[in-house]
């Protein structure tokens, strides 16, 4: 699986580099490492909830881990908790 580390600052300039490391890989089982994100932006949020459904739809495996606390954070301070929480991992699409 390959695995792809964020950048610790995910704010609007990093959306667009963020979107195409993530469609370089598209349709291969990715594993995303959050545990250096210190700061999470809504757009940076928006990139990875549509690779989510993206790897989803493509039936490839997708997980967000290890993910650090500041990034577990601002998922709950946008309402998206336990968004990524659901393992893909091994076991595929949803």
Do not use: N
């Not at 598209?26 to 210190?38: E, F, H, T």
């Not at 949020?45 to 549509?50: D, E, I, N, T």
């Amino acid at each position: 699986m390959d695995t792809l580390v964020l950048d610790p600052v995910l704010d609007l300039k990093a959306s667009a580099p963020l979107q195409a490391a993530l469609l370089e890989r598209r349709g291969k089982p990715l594993s995303v490492d959050a545990s250096g994100v210190q700061r999470l932006g809504g757009l940076c949020l928006q990139v990875l909830l549509s690779a989510d459904r993206t790897w989803a739809s493509d039936a490839c495996a997708f997980a967000i881990t290890p993910r650090s606390a500041a990034f577990d954070e601002a998922l709950a301070l946008f309402g998206a908790d336990g968004r990524f929480d659901d393992d893909r991992s091994e076991k595929g699409a949803r």
